[in-house]
């Protein structure tokens, strides 16, 4: 008696190569979007500065106070 074949799964994924030769876009579209990202990007600076800040001053804060001993720092018997 023969034992029935397993049916054969899918074929490979062959990914088809693709080259992008041109991109047609509109000047003003493309200037509008610049314009766009550029506004986008004060409220993303502004976010960014004042959680640097928040970091920088937690380390100026925490950096101080060992160096005057209040955590047992190298300074603590000054």
Request: aromatic fraction near 20%; hydrophobic fraction near 60%; avoid cysteine.
């Given at each position: ?35 766009k ?41 000054l």
């Open positions: 008696m023969t034992m029935p074949q397993a049916p054969a799964g899918p074929a490979p994924y062959q990914p088809t190569p693709i080259t992008v030769t041109a991109i047609d876009v509109p000047f003003t579209r493309l200037v509008a979007f610049f314009f990202a550029a506004l986008a990007a004060i409220p993303a600076f502004i976010a960014v500065a004042l959680i640097l800040n928040l970091v920088g001053a937690l380390f100026f804060w925490g950096f101080g106070a060992w160096r005057h001993g209040y955590f047992g720092g190298p300074f603590g018997w």
